[in-house]
């Protein structure tokens, strides 16, 4: 049985940075496509970023050059670097697992078959 389990949200100005961590339990972490996504209040789900099981990392342009995606696979663990925040980041942040070894990544919620409970992020203006 496959566990992940997020951390790392809270209360932020904006320009403020957070580190959200993605902790994983049970399968073949190294064999995953590991990602972020998020959900708005009234909003639909939406991708963030993801991590490939090659190491190859993938942004939305929202959030390109503000985020950074990593992983330990000795750990089994995800991270994802959120720098220069927008109250427009305000969101529930997900972190969730794609087995099926993709040569890229997908961006589609759909695909990934592991998730998180997720961890709010409020960015205050």
């Known amino acids: 049985q496959v566990r992940l389990v997020e951390s790392g949200g809270g209360l932020v100005q904006a320009g403020a940075s957070l580190r959200l961590s993605c902790a994983a339990s049970?399968?073949?972490?190294?064999?995953?496509?590991m990602g972020w996504f998020r959900q708005a209040p009234g909003k639909e789900r939406e991708f963030v970023a993801a991590?490939?099981?090659?190491?190859?990392?993938y942004y939305a342009d929202s959030v390109k050059g503000r985020f950074a995606i990593s992983r330990d696979n000795a750990r089994s663990t995800e991270w994802l670097q959120m720098n220069s925040l927008k109250p427009e980041d305000t969101a529930v942040y997900f972190c969730?697992?794609?087995?099926?070894?993709?040569?890229?990544?997908?961006?589609?919620?759909?695909?990934?078959?592991?998730w998180g409970q997720g961890t709010q992020v409020t960015v205050a203006s």
């Open positions: 969730a697992a794609d087995p099926n070894l993709r040569p890229t990544y997908s961006a589609y919620d759909r695909d990934y078959n592991y």
């Open positions: 049970g399968g073949i972490f190294s064999t995953y496509t």
């Open positions: 991590i490939n099981w090659r190491g190859a990392s």
